[in-house]
């Protein structure tokens, strides 16, 4: 398991505003990041949903761990199947 991934580079991390579905304040979700917590109401608020290097990368199951892997690529995939924050338009 890689202590980094070796396909994200810190320096050129994005931030971008989401609504929360629940309370509509602006969240923070930065490129690395797929969910956060609200911190005005405490929902967790998840991107939309966009191809992951996890789906296509070659060292995916290494980068993230054999139980980490399963449990994101599993038939529960908890986190693609809810749904997405809308983006605030700047």
């Known amino acids: 398991m890689y202590s980094k991934c070796p396909g994200q580079d810190t320096r050129k991390?994005?931030?971008?505003?989401?609504?929360?579905?629940?309370?509509?304040?602006?969240?923070?979700?930065?490129?690395?990041?797929?969910?956060?917590?609200?911190?005005?109401?405490?929902?967790?608020v998840f991107k939309e949903r966009l191809p992951s290097?996890?789906?296509?990368?070659?060292?995916?199951r290494q980068c993230?761990?054999?139980?980490?892997?399963?449990?994101?690529m599993g038939d529960d995939k908890p986190v693609s199947d809810k749904k997405p924050a809308e983006v605030v338009q700047k």
């Open 13 to 44: 991390l994005r931030v971008e505003l989401y609504k929360c579905p629940n309370c509509h304040a602006e969240v923070e979700i930065f490129s690395d990041e797929t969910r956060v917590r609200c911190q005005k109401c405490g929902t967790v």
């Open 53 to 60: 290097c996890i789906e296509w990368c070659a060292s995916a």
């Open 64 to 72: 993230l761990g054999e139980e980490r892997w399963k449990q994101i």
